[in-house]
Every structure is written in structure tokens, then in C-alpha cells.
């Protein structure tokens, strides 16, 4: 399913975090956002998932104004992996995944045969099929962040929205997360601090600074040593990796003469 950010503008106390950001993800595609802290990555995220109203422009679904579906009609289309995300009641991690399935439920149903399947099938794609009747709250950040990663999955989406997915995962997981996110096929706007990881994975990147969308397109034509140095005030070298091609950057560390 197309998802569409046409125009986007977030305004919060005077202040203006996004403008105007257009941006397209095609059907199955995967299209990262990248930039420096602050510079509106997360504030445009969560208009898509609708933890904000935009103050301007509008955030299309499938050719729908997410602005006017019903809740649970836009928690089908929609699932999103937050930075906020997290729990305080210590519910089993398989209860946690199994909320994924709400959006589609009449009541307090149980699972159907096919919804246990579904949630056993996220939680060992995700790796956590052994942690299913322990308490999200004894478990690690990474643990915890691929149990929530199974939930958005059992939501069967049609977009998933992922802010710093691979935040708190081994580099195991993070590589195994990305993968998946190329196999399932569906629709992502994922948020990544790792050049290289968002790269490796993303079809597409969009480069923000500032509120302001700089660059975009596919990782090769964008990650280029003037876009880092403008965008994120770094030097980098752009190599192709060896096996696949993409974009690859290696960093200088620089310091003033006579620093350790």
C-alpha cells in the first residue's frame, strides 16, 4: 500500500519542526529517514501514526487522508514501532504480541486458530518464541524491542512505521530485523541512525536537516561526502561495499592539534 507525506508541516509552540516534507513510499518499498538529533525524523513519524495532528498538509494511505479514517480502520493499515513504546503492566510477552490482533477483533474474543499461528509465527521470526510466557518486564531492551517488533508484524499492516527499530539490538539482530523488513514486503518508513545499516536496507532515503527535507533518493545518489559534511558535519569516504554495492561510509575522527 502507498504511503504518502504531501506537504507535512508540525508546528509545536511557535515552533515549526517539519516543513512542507513531501515524500513517497511506493508499494513494498522500504524508505528510510535519516539526519541529525532534532531534525524532525520522529516528529513526522508520529503523524503517520497518529500521535500527532499535522499542522499542515496531509498524510495519505493507500490514496486515503489518514486524517479521516477511523481508528481502527487506520490501526489495520498502520503499525508503528515507537521510541515511546513500552509497557508498565508486566503482561507475557506472548499477551503483548497477541495485542497486535485488537484492530481486527469484535470484543474480547479469543485468538482464532489462525491469529495463535500468526502470533507464534511473529515471535519466531522475531526470536522470542522462548521468552512466551515470560513478563516483558523482566526482560532486556533488545528482548523487549523484538517482542514489540513481533506485536506491529501479528498486526498484519499495511504500512509499518519503525522509529530507531534496531535501537537496543545486538548486531545479530539488528542485521536479522532489516533482512526481514526486505522479505516481508511490506510498505516501511523506517527511521535509522546507522548510515550504513539504513544504506544496506533501505530502497530509498530521505535526508532531513533542520525540519527541512535535503535530499532524496536512492542511498548511492544521496550518501555523498558533501550531503554527510552539509547534513550531519562530518567527513566521511564513501566506498561500495564489496559484495552488494551499496553505499558504505567510512568516518575521520578528527581533533585539534595536541588533543590525545
Known amino acids: 500500500m502507498h504511503l504518502s507525506l504531501d506537504g507535512l508541516t508540525v508546528a509545536i509552540d511557535g515552533a515549526t519542526l517539519v516543513h512542507s516534507l513531501s515524500l513517497d513510499v511506493p508499494d513494498g518499498s522500504v524508505v528510510g529517514l535519516v539526519g541529525p538529533n532534532g531534525s524532525g525524523k520522529s516528529t513526522a513519524l508520529r503523524c503517520v501514526y497518529r500521535a500527532l495532528r499535522p499542522t499542515g498538509g496531509t498524510v495519505r494511505v493507500g ?55 500468526l502470533c507464534a509465527s511473529a515471535m519466531e521470526s ?28 501479528v498486526q ?11 535501537n537496543h539490538l545486538d548486531v545479530r539482530h539488528q542485521i536479522h530485523l532489516l533482512s526481514l523488513l526486505r522479505e516481508v514486503g511490506v510498505t516501511t ?24 527535507l535535503v535530499a532524496a533518493g536512492p542511498p548511492a545518489d544521496v550518501l555523498t561526502p558533501a550531503l554527510v559534511r552539509e547534513a550531519f558535519g562530518v567527513e566521511a569516504t564513501v566506498v561500495p561495499h564489496p559484495l552488494t554495492g551499496a553505499p558504505q561510509l567510512l568516518y575521520r575522527l578528527t581533533h585539534q592539534e595536541g588533543t590525545p
Open 63 to 117: 490514496g486515503d487522508d489518514l486524517a479521516s479514517l477511523k481508528p481502527r480502520e487506520g490501526a489495520r493499515r498502520v503499525a508503528a514501532l515507537t521510541q515511546e513504546s513500552s509497557s508498565d503492566l508486566d503482561f507475557t510477552v506472548a499477551e503483548v504480541v497477541a495485542l497486535g490482533r485488537v484492530p481486527h477483533q469484535r470484543g474480547n474474543g479469543p485468538l482464532t486458530a489462525r491469529e495463535r499461528e
Open 126 to 153: 522475531m526470536d522470542v518464541a522462548h521468552l512466551a510466557h515470560r513478563g516483558v518486564l523482566t526482560l532486556s531492551g533488545g528482548e523487549r524491542q523484538r517482542v514489540l517488533m513481533a506485536r506491529a508484524l
Open 189 to 212: 518508513l523506517v527511521v535509522l541512525h546507522d548510515l550504513n545499516l539504513a544504506a544496506a536496507a533501505c530502497d530509498r532515503l530521505g535526508v532531513l536537516s533542520g525540519g527541512r
Open 156 to 166: 498484519e499492516p499495511r504500512v509499518l512505521v519503525l522509529d530507531e527499530p534496531t
